[in-house]
């Protein structure tokens, strides 16, 4: 049974019924201009305009809750790495890559993990043709991994900047994936999400 009171499903609930405090800013228009309590009066309105689920009727203690129970930055930080990770692994050229303003901390953790990746997620990572952005790939992989969720995924992806977000018409139908590269990736979110939590408890 959940705790309610554990302070990550405190913030997860938060993030549910405050939609706009962590949207990436690509997807707001006015919302920026309105006030807290504007934006909660007109909480049906905003839901109805991002096509989400206004109640919460699912819940419970899972990596994906508590991945969106993580701070906006907290989360870009674990979907860079996790991103990283795919983007590596879908093409070996990318390794070489060095950028002195990245997090090299995350760059090596990404780069670990890339070595590893089995060959039935980088073939699914080449199909869907993802271009090489690591946010691009974080994103694909959390709708392929929230495809029985459908309404946490319609805020998750709210999180991303809006041109990262995969239109499904240009991806892989997620129904298509492989439930063996759903797992994996599966865990590599695990890891990433639990790596940025304990960074941030530390």
């Known amino acids: 049974m959940l705790a309610?009171?554990?302070p990550w499903a405190a913030r997860a609930w938060q993030h549910w019924h405050r939609p706009w405090a962590?949207?990436?800013?690509?997807?707001?228009?006015?919302?920026?201009?309105?006030?807290?309590l504007s934006l909660r009066l007109h909480y049906p309105a905003w839901c109805r305009q991002y096509a989400l689920e206004?109640?919460?009727?699912?819940?419970?203690?899972?990596?994906?809750?508590?991945?969106?129970?993580?701070?906006?930055?907290?989360?870009?930080?674990?979907?860079?790495r996790v991103g990283w990770t795919l983007m590596f692994a879908a093409d070996r050229r990318l390794r070489l890559l060095r950028?002195?303003?990245?997090?090299?901390?995350?760059m090596r953790w990404a780069l670990e993990r890339a070595h590893f990746m089995p060959e039935p997620v980088v073939a699914?990572?080449?199909?869907?043709?993802?271009?090489?952005?690591?946010?691009?790939?974080?994103?694909?992989?959390?709708r392929w991994c929230?495809?029985?969720?459908?309404?946490?995924?319609?805020?998750?992806q709210l999180r991303f900047a809006r041109?990262?977000?995969?239109?499904?018409?240009a991806v892989l139908r997620p129904r298509r994936i492989d439930p063996a590269v759903r797992t994996h990736l599966a865990r590599l979110w695990r890891a990433g999400t639990r790596f940025e939590q304990e960074e941030t408890s530390a």
């Open 54 to 80: 206004p109640a919460l009727t699912e819940f419970d203690d899972t990596p994906w809750w508590r991945l969106f129970s993580l701070a906006p930055a907290t989360f870009e930080q674990a979907a860079r």
């Open 124 to 142: 699914a990572l080449g199909e869907a043709g993802t271009r090489a952005c690591a946010e691009a790939h974080a994103a694909l992989s959390l």
């Open 22 to 36: 962590v949207t990436h800013a690509s997807w707001l228009h006015d919302a920026g201009c309105a006030n807290e």
């Open 146 to 156: 929230l495809d029985a969720a459908p309404a946490l995924w319609e805020r998750m």
């Open 4 to 6: 309610h009171s554990a």
């Open 99 to 106: 950028d002195a303003s990245v997090d090299v901390a995350g």
């Open 163 to 169: 041109e990262h977000v995969p239109a499904d018409r």
